[in-house]
């Protein structure tokens, strides 16, 4: 059993506000630059609704992820491409989204210098669109971000939405109806994924997985922005920088995760939506995860994660050389916690074979109340919704977090509305009611622990990150890379894999050309040195 080590996260779309304060934070540390002006690493959707960019979850459009081969010696292959594939359109990748499917006629910004300028008018001065590519002004706008934002235009853009595929028209376009629309928010990062699909279609290798802490990133040295990290990532949170000419992405703001520090948009998220913690997987069983059928895909990732307490799995990361400061944070993880031992999160499409490690506790529909004959807001008796009444339809739900199986959604659902009752009646009726808790296998203690989390939780216990101990890292991040891609196509050289943290790039052993990777030499001339 190889343990890997990933940092994992889960969101509460139960309360999520959809204030955007998460996109502003992570734009004006990472993307708030020349190149970078139409990348959102972060976003905040709101669902029913195409998404940012248009369809990105439409994979029959975009060809991401993974498909399933039925070959035991390769069971998957990325939907995109193969390698004949990849060599007959490596100038040219038809697969992706275009800029107008990020931002309309390009991003844009407004005439602030007009409302600023202390010459007199005859009119009030205003904002006007202006490009931030070009400096074209009075540009039209036509798409943006956050487009949909609290269902506009959802009655139009909805009916492309792909999560309906299991609902007939008819049904579809009565809940996109005024009376009947529902929504919610969904804010979205990278997934930093166990079977991360940017890092399989990379043909330079620059997309690699940090074995320290799972978290994908991009070597900007390597990149020669093929752009088949676009196309390969169903989540489409790679971008292309058309100034550096570099690919760029969400690199989960791993210089605060090193020292125990939560990311920009978790920190600065009001409604205390975000929680992160580190998880133990099996690394041996990642493509038998991955391909499994797609009504068993939930199940099958939660088996993938490493029980923290179990004595073998301590043993064997003791041997491994897992710190125990990771592994005491792994055991008090809020992650594995909502994850594993209570069900209620789950993975964000999970048919795209990615094994994300962002997982989402569904949304609940709100409580149930009605004006009576003299306008007071009140209820018939019951307050809570019971699961058939919901208001978001459970089939659009699981198409979302299950591969269409209901079932995991269902029991998510049933336990944040056994918890909603039970508090209810601890508070309100003062006599507490665990026949609710039994009834969808939850204790007491489970419920306690997951209101305290749900809605109380301080900074540490919704963030349990484990510094990183440099000294002990098997690999060092800057120079240790992922080789899934073509091994041979480097300029100079191919690929090699480092093995030494200080080398002299002058001498004679490691000739400039070899970029300061170890190469087969005399060990003659190099005192036995490799």
Same mark, same amino acid.
């Given at each position: 059993?190889?343990?890997?080590?990933?940092?994992?996260?889960?969101?509460?779309?139960?309360?999520?506000?959809?204030?955007?304060?998460?996109?502003?934070?992570?734009?004006?540390?990472?993307?708030?630059?020349?190149?970078?002006?139409?990348?959102?690493?972060?976003?905040?959707?709101?669902?029913?609704?195409?998404?940012?960019?248009?369809?990105?979850?439409?994979?029959?459009?975009?060809?991401?992820?993974?498909?399933?081969?039925?070959?035991?010696?390769?069971?998957?292959?990325?939907?995109?491409?193969?390698?004949?594939?990849?060599?007959?359109?490596?100038?040219?990748?038809?697969?992706?989204?275009?800029?107008?499917?990020?931002?309309?006629?390009?991003?844009?910004?407004?005439?602030?210098?007009?409302?600023?300028?202390?010459?007199?008018?005859?009119?009030?001065?205003?904002?006007?669109?202006?490009?931030?590519?070009?400096?074209?002004?009075?540009?039209?706008?036509?798409?943006?971000?956050?487009?949909?934002?609290?269902?506009?235009?959802?009655?139009?853009?909805?009916?492309?939405?792909?999560?309906?595929?299991?609902?007939?028209?008819?049904?579809?376009?009565?809940?996109?109806?005024?009376?009947?629309?529902?929504?919610?928010?969904?804010?979205?990062?990278?997934?930093?994924?166990?079977?991360?699909?940017?890092?399989?279609?990379?043909?330079?290798?620059?997309?690699?997985?940090?074995?320290?802490?799972?978290?994908?990133?991009?070597?900007?040295?390597?990149?020669?922005?093929?752009?088949?990290?676009?196309?390969?990532?169903?989540?489409?949170?790679?971008?292309?920088?058309?100034?550096?000419?570099?690919?760029?992405?969400?690199?989960?703001?791993?210089?605060?995760?090193?020292?125990?520090?939560?990311?920009?948009?978790?920190?600065?998220?009001?409604?205390?939506?975000?929680?992160?913690?580190?998880?133990?997987?099996?690394?041996?069983?990642?493509?038998?995860?991955?391909?499994? %059928? #797609?009504?068993?895909?939930?199940?099958?990732?939660?088996?993938?994660?490493?029980?923290?307490? $179990?004595? !073998?799995? *301590?043993? /064997?990361?003791?041997?491994?050389?897992?710190?125990?400061?990771?592994?005491?944070?792994?055991?008090?993880?809020?992650?594995?916690?909502?994850?594993?031992?209570?069900?209620?999160?789950?993975?964000?499409?999970?048919?795209?074979?990615?094994?994300?490690?962002?997982?989402?506790?569904? %949304? #609940?529909?709100?409580?149930?109340?009605?004006?009576?004959?003299?306008?007071?807001?009140?209820? $018939?008796? !019951?307050? *809570?919704? /019971?699961?058939?009444?919901?208001?978001?339809?459970?089939?659009?739900?699981?198409?979302?977090?299950?591969?269409?199986?209901?079932?995991?959604?269902?029991?998510?659902?049933?336990?944040?509305?056994?918890?909603?009752?039970?508090?209810?009646?601890?508070?309100?009726?003062?006599?507490?009611?665990?026949?609710?808790?039994?009834?969808?296998?939850?204790?007491?203690?489970?419920?306690?622990?997951?209101?305290?989390?749900?809605?109380?939780?301080?900074?540490?216990?919704?963030?349990?990150?484990?510094?990183?101990?440099?000294?002990?890292?098997?690999?060092?991040?800057?120079?240790?890379?992922?080789?899934?891609?073509?091994?041979?196509?480097?300029?100079?050289?191919?690929?090699?894999?480092?093995?030494?943290?200080?080398?002299?790039?002058?001498?004679?052993?490691?000739?400039?050309?070899?970029?300061?990777?170890?190469?087969?030499?005399?060990?003659?001339?190099?005192?036995?040195?490799?």
């Amino acid at each position: 059993m190889r343990i890997g080590r990933q940092i994992a996260m889960v969101f509460n779309l139960d309360k999520c506000l959809g204030c955007n304060t998460c996109t502003i934070a992570c734009k004006n540390v990472w993307t708030n630059r020349e190149g970078a002006e139409y990348m959102w690493w972060n976003n905040v959707e709101t669902k029913p609704g195409i998404g940012f960019p248009k369809e990105w979850e439409n994979q029959d459009k975009y060809k991401g992820g993974w498909e399933t081969t039925g070959n035991k010696r390769k069971p998957l292959k990325l939907r995109a491409r193969t390698r004949l594939g990849a060599m007959a359109n490596l100038f040219y990748n038809p697969v992706m989204p275009q800029l107008e499917d990020y931002s309309g006629k390009g991003p844009f910004t407004f005439t602030y210098e007009d409302l600023h300028s202390p010459e007199k008018k005859k009119q009030q001065p205003i904002g006007r669109p202006k490009s931030l590519i070009t400096g074209e002004e009075d540009i039209e706008i036509t798409w943006g971000v956050n487009w949909e934002d609290n269902a506009a235009g959802t009655h139009v853009t909805g009916k492309k939405d792909v999560n309906f595929k299991n609902i007939s028209d008819a049904e579809r376009d009565a809940l996109l109806s005024y009376e009947k629309v529902f929504y919610f928010y969904l804010p979205r990062i990278c997934n930093h994924c166990l079977n991360p699909g940017c890092a399989g279609a990379c043909p330079s290798g620059a997309a690699y997985k940090r074995e320290e802490d799972g978290i994908v990133l991009i070597d900007q040295d390597v990149c020669r922005a093929w752009r088949y990290c676009i196309t390969s990532c169903p989540y489409k949170k790679t971008y292309y920088n058309w100034r550096t000419g570099k690919m760029e992405k969400c690199i989960l703001c791993y210089p605060r995760v090193e020292t125990g520090q939560p990311p920009a948009c978790f920190h600065s998220c009001p409604g205390r939506i975000r929680y992160m913690g580190p998880l133990l997987y099996d690394l041996d069983r990642v493509a038998e995860v991955a391909s499994v %059928p #797609e009504d068993q895909l939930v199940e099958a990732q939660r088996s993938l994660i490493l029980d923290p307490n $179990d004595p !073998e799995v *301590i043993a /064997a990361a003791r041997e491994q050389g897992i710190s125990d400061d990771w592994m005491d944070s792994a055991r008090k993880s809020p992650v594995y916690k909502m994850v594993v031992d209570w069900n209620v999160a789950l993975p964000l499409h999970p048919e795209f074979r990615t094994l994300p490690s962002l997982f989402y506790v569904p %949304p #609940e529909s709100p409580m149930i109340t009605m004006l009576d004959e003299k306008g007071v807001w009140g209820s $018939d008796g !019951e307050w *809570i919704p /019971a699961l058939d009444e919901f208001r978001i339809p459970l089939k659009y739900l699981s198409a979302m977090f299950a591969a269409g199986n209901e079932e995991p959604v269902k029991v998510a659902l049933k336990r944040q509305l056994a918890l909603r009752q039970y508090k209810r009646s601890e508070q309100v009726d003062g006599v507490e009611n665990l026949k609710v808790l039994e009834e969808v296998g939850l204790t007491k203690k489970d419920a306690d622990h997951m209101f305290r989390l749900f809605s109380l939780g301080f900074l540490k216990e919704r963030f349990v990150l484990p510094t990183t101990r440099r000294e002990d890292a098997a690999a060092d991040p800057f120079i240790e890379r992922g080789f899934m891609g073509f091994d041979d196509m480097a300029t100079d050289a191919p690929l090699k894999r480092r093995e030494k943290f200080h080398v002299n790039p002058h001498r004679d052993a490691y000739p400039s050309r070899t970029n300061g990777y170890v190469v087969d030499v005399d060990p003659s001339k190099t005192g036995g040195a490799r």
